[in-house]
């Protein structure tokens, strides 16, 4: 769990973690038929699409494993901010989306 929640010992992890039975939906309300997020691989397998206008190497798909910690610091050093300025990003190292380090654009 370490890899997905974080190492407790660093901070910033959950103190509870529920595992809800796939296509159950936890309510009382007879208009509420789909759910959003849970601890399911479906919900946090996800695609991630990013569109840069005029970016060089527009079209190309990358396999690489990222995570949606890694979009703001992308944001912001697309910005020709400094990532770092983010706390969390300071604190965990979080790198920008690949392809997007090198000032390919």
């Known amino acids: ?4 929640f974080g190492d407790p010992a660093r901070g910033r992890t959950p103190d509870i ?3 809800p039975n796939p296509g159950v939906i936890y309510t009382s309300s ?3 038929d789909e759910e959003h997020g849970g601890n399911a691989p479906d919900d946090s397998h996800l695609g991630l699409v990013v569109y840069v206008p005029h970016a060089h190497h527009a079209g190309r798909t990358n396999d690489e494993r990222v995570l949606t910690t890694q979009v703001a610091p992308t944001i912001l050093h697309l ?16 790198r920008v989306l690949p392809e997007f380090d090198h000032g390919r654009f």
């Open 30 to 32: 007879k208009a509420k």
């Open 79 to 94: 910005l020709d901010l400094n990532p770092e300025l983010l706390h969390s990003v300071a604190l965990e190292g979080t």
């Open 1 to 4: 769990m370490t890899g997905r």
């Open 17 to 19: 973690v529920v595992q």
